[in-house]
């Protein structure tokens, strides 16, 4: 026995000692159930549905507003409205298939024989002389050559009309025809 207890102890000593301890009731079982056990708080409140809204907005693929209406309990969900193209959205109408994935058949192209006027006709366009040295520059210049050749005015003049800006091969050409 401690201290505290002898000087609060009602009645005398002798006396506590002799009655020996007391014998305790039996206790009581008791069963309360879920709701009234449940330390969570309101129980009726999350127990209640809520209806949630959500809404996105359209894509360039699918323009428009979406929306989709979810009925939330706290054991179960359910959808209740989802519009086109937003995941979970079932196609009421979907076309069904009779290939049964076998996949369509590849459209074969060849390139078609071509006749003698045709090539000559696409040889006309810029193409012409796209793998000559010079390109199309230097064809020209030759044609300009021959019609100065059969004109034959002046070989130091038809050579100095037909060169480039800058070149000195018409200056050549007048040296070679002075000293002869």
Known sequence: ???????????????????????????????????????????????RSNTIRRTFPGTADNPGNKEMVAEVASMEAKLEKVSEGLPGAAASEESMSLTGGV??????????????????????????????????AAIKMEKDEQSAAQGQASPATSALNTAKPGAIDPFKQMVKDLNG
């Open 1 to 47: 026995m401690g201290l505290f207890d002898r000087l609060f102890s009602s009645g005398s000593g002798a006396n506590s000692a002799s009655s020996g301890p007391k014998a305790k009731k039996p206790a009581e079982t008791v069963f309360l159930d879920a709701d009234q056990a449940s330390s969570l708080g309101d129980v009726n409140f999350m127990r």
């Open 103 to 136: 996949p369509k058949p590849v459209k074969k192209t060849f390139a078609k024989p071509m006749s003698q006027a045709e090539l000559d006709q696409r040889k006309k366009g810029s193409a012409v002389g796209v793998n000559v040295p010079g390109g199309p």
